[in-house]
């Protein structure tokens, strides 16, 4: 008597346009959590958001915990 066997093999593979996307979610919000001192609202604002500094207040506590020194 013979006998069949079948054998799957699943190759799941991540997108390389997902890798693209994520990583520039990602560069994005390293920016914005760590860099921004009002480069991003400025162009809405102009001079005025380089004193506000919008961004910074909200993120300071995680800029922190990040090890990012802002002062």
């Given at each position: 008597m013979s006998e069949t066997r079948q054998i799957n093999v699943s190759k799941t593979k991540v997108p390389k346009l997902a890798i693209i996307a994520l990583?520039?979610?990602?560069?994005?919000?390293?920016?914005v959590?760590?860099?921004?001192?009002?480069?991003i609202f400025s162009l809405v604002y102009g001079e005025?958001?380089?004193?506000?500094?919008?961004?910074?207040?909200?993120t300071h506590d995680?800029?922190?915990?990040?090890?990012?020194?802002?002062h």
């Open positions: 990583s520039i979610i990602f560069a994005a919000g390293l920016f959590v760590g860099f921004d001192q009002g480069h005025q958001a380089f004193t506000d500094l919008y961004i910074h207040e909200l995680m800029r922190h915990a990040a090890g990012f020194p802002c």
